[in-house]
């Protein structure tokens, strides 16, 4: 079988290899052995590729792939709590899935929701991430605003969802203007181009009221944008580096407002919240995709073979959703 990986650092369509890699054992004790069904290219996963993301660059060579949703195939001894044909998260126990199979440490895995396969495949990273953004920071009352750039990414997308459904009002910051009807379908209150006028019209679009929280994955400009439209007292919490600048603020909004910029990371929240709250959050999202009540845009699948073209495609901009890989296609 094949498996994706990268040996330097540059554009991901650029320098992803696929590498004969021999299949997988039966899995040990503690172990399962994974069938990786569906992936999802994020923009993290790009910024890996170009040795960006996190503190310090990773150790090359790298098996690309975090997020991905996968079937049980084989348990290993000891193994009780997951059966044969159980889906997972294959991101929670390892990385280096665009492959077709994998075997994992079982202990962080747990069954999920048996439904849509591509919506599981894009459960592990961007739904958390809004969920949790929209509850640590501040703690917001029904009718309240909440700001966003990005507003048609993944977390966009779910910022959205969330929020309508919790009795919160979105202004979502978009690039271009043909982002703004599918976002309004979506459930977004307030959909607004970018521009340096952005707080003017935010004021516009609310009747004055101001956003009691920001959520930038873009940083540079944007984030001063965001910063200036919120209530005093207010967080800008800053989780993407989309624009590739540093989070510009105004000092007078920091000394005489009170705004304070805030940095969220999903593998922090990995790192530190019990395991019983994880899986419970995820059961609960996984809930919402069954009852039909959240989903986010595929703009297209591939099969790993033309992981080149998938990667090509996932760094457009614009796109109309997000694109997949299968690797058993
Ligand atoms: N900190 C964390 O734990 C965490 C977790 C999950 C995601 N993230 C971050 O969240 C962000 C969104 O991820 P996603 O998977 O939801 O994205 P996605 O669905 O793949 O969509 C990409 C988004 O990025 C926008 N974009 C790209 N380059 C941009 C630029 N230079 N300026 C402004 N917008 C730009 C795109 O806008 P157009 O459509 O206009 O091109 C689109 O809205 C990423 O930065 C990602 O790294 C962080």
Redesign the pocket.
Known sequence: MHAARYSAFGPAHEVVELVEVPDPAAPGAGEVLLEIERS?????DL?GFEGR?GAVPPKLPVWAGGEAVARVLQTGEGVSHLKVGDRVLALLAARGNWRPRTIAPAARLFALPDTDLDQLAMLG??PP?AWLMLHEFVTLAPGDWVIQ??????????VIQFSKKLGWRTISV???SN?IEPLKKLGADVVLV?GPDLAARVLQATNGIRPRLGID??A?E?TRRLAQSLADGSPVVN??????QPCAVEASDVVFRGIVLR???????FATAPLAAQHALYQQLGTMISDGSFK?EVEAVYPLARIREALAH?A????G???LIAPNA
């Open positions: 999802s290219i994020n923009p993290a910024l993301y990273v961007n991430t750039n990005a507003g048609n990414s993944a977390v966009g997308q779910s978009v690039r271009q982002q970018d994955a873009v540079g944007s989780y993407g580096l989309l624009s590739g940095g969220f990371w999903l593998a922090s929240w986010i996932a457009r901009p614009s796109r959703g997000k694109v």
